[in-house]
């Protein structure tokens, strides 16, 4: 007989299942609370099994709240998942602030400092880039071309301390509607524009374009500059008569910023200025449990230090989202994510699908069943401290504490929209081994699991599996994330920067039709 907690993770008492920590083959007898029980099929790291009897149609219970319903009667011992767990539409009830709980204060007065770029408006860098910005799809080509020409190593030699010329290059900006895509669209870019790691930029257009360069330097004051910053240089293809003098007009543009970019160096400065993005993808069913709490921690320790953290992917917080609405600081506040709900089921049902068509293949594999579950485990990177906004898509950051911005649930999309709010360090969980790297943020990437943590070691910065191991707590792993945090913030380089990872994964979130 083996006591349940030695080979699964039960979360709360009055859960319906436990979560297995290592593959357990059928036929195991388990001891549970007064009883024991049999598994009747193997059930894998990540996959639940029940832990007492559930009836056909009643709710199953996981983190304490609602991740399905039972498709049939399920019997104590049975693997719970896609033949037996099922989605269902319940009432959550959206209370506001009921569940506001300050997080304790700091225990010393010692203000905690990173090594960082100090930027305009007293924002803080973590990394030092030159952007070439293309307005259109139609000069990505060539903006891809300009920073080609800033590959070699002379870069580093000649202008040390300067992290790269990066191209930001999309498949939009044309054949589209002239209003609130438009509009998106302009805010990502403007967000690179400002971003605290982009030292200066170029921006390119074609010149017949929807998304005019001349009103995106207009509309978003991209113009108008602090006394220590570069001015930019915006320029359009067919007015400069094609691509090659294009492209030597680039090139030499950027010459004449990178002297001023290598002159920057990293100085002392507050915590507080750091703004986190918080992500998980390719999660599993060990990601609610390790990885995610463990992140929670660190972005609540983060929030204490006068610091910004940013939660994200509005259809992966769904059927969870009654959490957050219990703690955030005003009704306002609470209101504005419900209506972000609303907006996705709409949006949803406007191209015949569903906002629960959700986990993905990888998740599935991993233990994940429905997208409730999903949600309760994501929601975890979030800790405890109270809800102190909500953000729209690439809206810029502009307050400490813990937030949420609308973005859609495809990590590459999601991660660009927290960029360009203004995210100068980023956390992403994996279970099945994401990975992803952007600039010009540095991500930190945590396995959820040691076993994807020694496979994938030359991608994987932190291992959060020693949660489920038995040799750390949640606490000391969050811990060691916030550490990591400010590490990387400093200048150690992540393991996708080393990989070289960051130059296709500007994806830019893309509404309305193509004309």
Known sequence: ???????????????????????????????????????????????????????????VRKYGQIIGFAHGP???????HLHNLIVRDFERDYEFGTDVRPLPPLATDVVRTFSGFPRPGGRAGTRNYIAIISSVN?????????????????????????????????????????????????????GIARHPNITGYVLIGLGCEVNQTGRLVKDFQLDQLAPDEQAPAVMNIQTLGGIGRTIDAAVAAVVK????????????????????????????????????????????????????????????????????????????????????????????????????????????????????????????KGGQAPLSAVYQYAEPITAPGFAFMDTPGFDPVSMTGLVCGGCNVGVFTTGRGSVYGCKPMPCIKVATNTTLYDWMRDDM?????????????????????????????GGRRTKSELQGLGDEEFAPWILGPTL
């Open 257 to 380: 910023l990178l002297p001023a970019a290598a002159a920057l160096r990293r100085r002392p400065m507050p915590l507080s200025r750091l703004i986190l993005a918080m992500n998980c993808g390719g999660s599993d069913g060990a990601s609610g449990i390790t990885a995610n709490p463990a992140l929670g921690v660190a972005s609540d320790e983060l929030v204490r230090h006068g610091g910004a953290s940013v939660l994200a992917e509005t259809p992966e917080i769904y059927g969870a989202e009654h959490l957050l609405t219990r703690r955030a600081l005003t009704r306002e506040i609470g209101e504005k994510l419900v209506a972000q709900i609303r907006w996705w089921e709409a949006h949803a049902r406007l191209h015949g699908a569903s906002i629960d068509n959700n986990p993905s293949v990888g998740n599935k594999v991993g233990g994940l069943t429905t997208i409730y579950e999903k949600s309760l485990g994501a929601l975890a």
């Open 461 to 489: 910065d932190l291992n959060a599996g020693t949660i489920l191991d038995g040799t750390e707590s949640v606490e000391k792993v969050g811990e060691r994330i916030f550490e990591e945090i400010v590490a990387v913030a």
């Open 138 to 190: 139609c000069s990505a080509s060539v903006s891809k071309y300009v920073a080609e020409r800033f590959r070699g190593p002379e870069l580093s030699r000649d202008f040390p301390g300067v992290d790269g010329v990066v191209a930001f290059t999309h498949k939009s900006g044309c054949a589209m509607p002239d209003n609130e895509p438009t509009r998106l669209l302009q805010r990502v870019l403007a």
């Open 1 to 59: 007989m083996i006591p349940l907690s030695q080979v699964a993770v039960r979360l709360r008492p009055e859960d319906d299942v436990a979560v297995a920590k290592q593959p357990i083959p059928a036929g195991t007898e388990l001891q549970v609370d007064d009883g024991t029980l049999t598994l009747t099929r193997d059930v894998g790291r990540g996959h639940k099994v029940a832990v007492h009897a559930v009836a056909d149609g009643a709710p």
């Open 74 to 80: 399920i019997l104590p011992g049975d693997h719970v």
